[in-house]
């Protein structure tokens, strides 16, 4: 598959979006070397405009000024069923709110796959769009992030998420 690229500058640092013809395959915090996702593919070449890209970056930038909620850029992934399923749940959780790694797994029927979830989530391939970051601790806490947590705090700050009052320093 040929891969294309773009740089974003954002407000939790240097994003990396990678695309094909069709749709977004990968959004990577390069500075944090992505080391759940890796790099979807190290000869992707790139650009300064491609459809996908372009509306990719622009719909970021219109989410991190606060006057975007939903995203429509197409997306694809590749991964399990059982990924794929995780990152559907994910989808579904509404700007503003959280879910805790628990609450994933009953959703998708595997109440007792809590730690799986937590995997799957962090190999979500389009980090922001499909939000994993409102994924938090059932105690509200702040748990990991691939784009690192102060990214996630940025993003759940911005959504107007609250987290545990031990989580704020």
Known sequence: MNLVYRRLAS????????????AL???????????????????????????????????????????????ETPLHAEGTEFQRSVWRALSGIPYGASRSYA???????????????????????????????????RDGSLTGYGGGLPAKRWLLEHEGIELALRDRT
Do not use: Q, S, W
């Open 11 to 22: 407000p939790v640092g240097e994003l990396k979006l990678f695309a094909n013809d069709d």
């Open 25 to 71: 395959v990968a959004i990577n915090f390069p500075a944090r070397h992505n080391y759940m996702r890796g790099t979807p593919d190290p000869e992707a070449t790139e650009v300064r405009r491609h459809a996908v890209l372009d509306l990719a970056a622009a719909e970021l930038t219109e989410y991190f000024a606060g006057r975007r909620r939903v995203f």
């Open 103 to 137: 609450d994933i797994a009953r959703l998708i029927g595997r109440p007792k796959a809590v730690r799986a979830v937590g995997l799957a989530n962090g190999c979500n391939p389009h980090a922001i769009i499909v939000p994993c970051h409102r994924v938090i601790g």
